[in-house]
């Protein structure tokens, strides 16, 4: 079963999407269990386990970015997908590393197309690498994987936690992973994962985990248009 929470103080919206998602799940045979609040306040104090979130942003009381960063702290590894008629609000919802961002009125093909990136999502977030270095053999989520990089003869694994360098070569590891829908190329060095991309442009990217690290990764010009194109699909064709 997959938690699913919706909140927007429309109902006609709310409503929308929850038929949408009956229609997604008696086809697939998905079982959804779905929590609808149109009262961001009443979202905000709930204790329902969610796997999946569709959040408008602009609500009276607690407007959507804050109800999201809330339900990521009650639920880590919850999905979040903003949906709102307000593109301004992009640069945040990106802070927030939310999975996709919705346009309103909302789209039939693109909300079905977004919903099933983010049911391969789900099914991913428990994927594992191994890694082998200095003598010690661990297990880590592809999820937390921040970048990769050519370090030398080695690459360097970058990980919201630590940090890694492994005797494969970059293009092993990309083959190792293979989530090319959450991971881009943004020079021929470096392999980016793109939930964690807070802004990027012809001269660099950021990428940020929390508090505990920003960095700043070179863009080169020959993978600007593809690294575009990536992020542009990762965040559902809305930018």
Known sequence: MI???????DRTISSQISALLDTYAKARGIDFQIAVFNDPQEAFQ???????????????????????????????????LIVTAYERYLDDAMDLHVFR??????????FYHSLTLALR??????????????????????REIVYLAIAGRK???????????CADPLRVWEERIHEPQNFAF????????????TNFNRGGVTVQSGDSLREELPMSQRKYAAFRASFMEYMGNTL
């Open 3 to 9: 938690s699913v929470l919706i909140c927007d103080d």
């Open 46 to 80: 709930s204790e329902t386990p969610c796997d999946l979130a569709f959040i408008d942003i602009e609500m009276p009381g607690i407007d959507g970015l804050t109800l999201a960063a809330r339900v990521r702290e009650k639920n880590p590894d919850a999905l979040v």
């Open 101 to 110: 961002y919705l346009s309103k009125p909302i789209d039939k093909e693109r």
């Open 121 to 142: 999502e789900y099914q991913n977030i428990r994927r594992e690498v191994v890694i082998e270095c200095r003598g010690e053999t661990l297990r880590v989520p592809t």
């Open 155 to 165: 690459t360097l694994i970058r990980t919201v936690r630590a940090e890694y360098r």
């Open 186 to 197: 943004s020079h021929h060095s470096y392999l980016v994962n793109l939930r964690y991309v």
